[in-house]
């Protein structure tokens, strides 16, 4: 999608609003991000005037992870967002349409979208959270918050809940594997097969390397 001038205006704010951030949130993401709502727009039929630029956007602000208040962090995004969309002069429907689509975007808040729009930047960031990218992302953040990448009594959570709060891979079992099962669209869903099978294939192979002979299929 080319981007007019007020467009470039927003991306070169989404820019500045992810400088510094830890790899996982960077401004890269936020590109793959609009790279995905775009494909996923054109396929479904969705208004890319407000999915891509709510994907532009949905990084405007993060409290960092671990913070007591991240769950809050789509709120504060959607009001920032909404507050330079009334600055540029965009249209009140349209802009509340995008803060909307922030707003409940994120996977920890368990929303089901009411609006197509929404659902494809749920989908969108949700793609980025799979296959290759989404393993680096994980243990990018891994780094940044000192956490070990498995539990070595039981690294892929056989016989005991998963707790991504000590341990990387168990991020898979509480939240990666089960992506396909909360996308929206069919697009989306067509999108994270390839993605599906490349995480898979990594455990085998992570499991194999460690010297784990059970993966707990």
């Not at 992870?65 to 009140?92: F, I, N, Q, T, Y």
């Not at 707003?103 to 290759?132: C, M, N």
């Not at 089960?178 to 999108?191: G, K, S």
């Not at 490349?198 to 390397?209: D, I, N, P, V």
Request: proline content about 6%.
């Amino acid at each position: 999608m080319a981007l007019d001038e007020r467009q470039e205006r927003l991306r070169a704010a989404a820019m500045r609003a992810a400088e510094g951030a830890e790899p996982a949130h960077d401004f890269l993401h936020v590109m793959r991000v609009v790279g995905n709502a775009e494909r996923i727009c054109a396929a479904e039929g969705a208004d890319p005037s407000i999915a891509v630029t709510a994907a532009l956007l949905h990084e405007l602000f993060n409290h960092p992870k671990g913070h007591p208040a991240s769950h809050l962090s789509g709120e504060v995004c959607a009001e920032r967002a909404l507050a330079l969309l009334r600055a540029e002069g965009w249209d009140g429907a349209k802009a509340e349409a995008i803060a909307y689509a922030i707003r409940v975007h994120p996977f920890s808040r368990g929303i089901v979208p009411e609006t197509l729009e929404a659902k494809v930047l749920q989908d969108a960031d949700r793609l980025d959270s799979i296959g290759a990218i989404g393993i680096a992302r994980l243990f990018a953040s891994c780094a940044a918050m000192g956490r070990p990448f498995y539990e070595p009594a039981d690294p892929f959570c056989a016989a005991r809940p998963p707790d991504d709060k000590q341990w990387g891979v168990d991020h898979f079992h509480r939240k990666l594997l089960r992506i396909p099962d909360v996308l929206h669209t069919a697009t989306a869903r067509a999108m994270a097969a390839e993605r599906m099978a490349f995480m898979e294939a990594y455990l085998l192979q992570l499991g194999r390397e460690i010297g784990w002979q059970g993966r707990g299929e």
